[in-house]
């Protein structure tokens, strides 16, 4: 249900700036009868398996602990991009990948009581892999127009997650609780996945991705300061790990300008 009210207040307040915009913006095309596949797997992905993953990995672990977990998107999507899309790689990402996936493997063997990976980080790598795999397959359509693509996914991933949180027996919250879900949806969904769609265009998806890991420390510092999280050992040792590959990812990418 939560994810079902963030992507669809996403999907409302894009629709609003589409409708007010409409005579001024000279949007690109469309979509296309061809891009309904690339569309719908994307959205199916990126919109409703993954933010139900995320939702299950959050109930395990901690806020920062799943910030700095998501570092694995830009690695999951840089992986994807260059073996199964075939865009060209670049050897200081992949130096960043292998250093955030070490800061990975401090977070998930930071209890000495838990043998293997926890169910709450399986399910946030899995969040991330879904993610990963709706980015490259965005990158498909990013040459349409950005805002309508970006608010066609939100409404139908919204509705599609408030249906399968219907039909498994959940309700909706009070009105103020869903006009706080919109509000963040909009800001954290919408105007992001607009953007992120934007930034594949002009980008790539190895690149995108690897900009993308910037966020995660963002989330893990509001999570220590907002949420009052406590600051473990393992959770620094994995920033600074995990800040080292992001610098490699982007150390690559300086002075590189993609084309529309």
């Known amino acids: 249900m939560l994810a079902g009210l963030l992507f669809l207040g996403a999907g409302l307040g894009l629709l609003l700036f ?11 095309a469309g979509l296309q009868k061809s891009d309904l596949g690339w569309f719908m797997a994307a959205t199916i992905s990126g919109g409703v398996l993954a933010p139900i993953l995320l939702m299950i990995g959050l109930t395990q672990v901690t806020a920062s602990t799943a910030s700095l977990l998501l570092n694995f998107e830009s690695v999951f999507t840089a992986i994807l991009a260059w073996t199964v899309f075939r865009e060209p790689w670049h050897w200081r990402v992949l130096l960043g990948i292998v250093i955030i996936t070490a800061g990975g493997a401090v977070l998930s063997g930071a209890d000495p009581s838990r043998i293997g990976l926890s169910l709450g980080t399986l399910a946030v790598l899995g969040t991330c892999l879904l993610w990963a795999l709706d980015g490259n397959l965005t990158r498909k359509i990013a040459i349409r127009d950005s805002l309508q693509v970006a608010m066609l996914r939100n409404l139908m991933a919204g509705l599609i997650d408030i249906t399968i949180a219907l039909s498994i027996g959940q309700s909706f919250p009070p009105p103020i609780v869903i006009l706080q879900v919109f509000g963040a949806g909009l800001l954290c969904y919408g105007l992001a996945i607009w953007c992120f769609t934007l930034s594949l ?3 790539g ?7 993308l890991s910037l966020v995660p420390f963002a989330g893990a510092a509001f999570a220590t300061l907002l949420l009052q999280e406590p600051v473990t050992e393992s ?8 800040a080292i590959g992001a610098g490699f990812c982007l150390s690559d990418l300086s002075g590189q300008t993609g084309k529309p």
């Open 201 to 203: 265009r002009y980008l």
């Open 18 to 28: 589409y409708l007010m915009a409409k005579g001024v913006r000279k949007p690109d």
């Open 205 to 211: 998806a190895a690149k995108t991705g690897a900009y």
């Open 235 to 242: 959770l620094l040792a994995a920033a600074v790990l995990m």
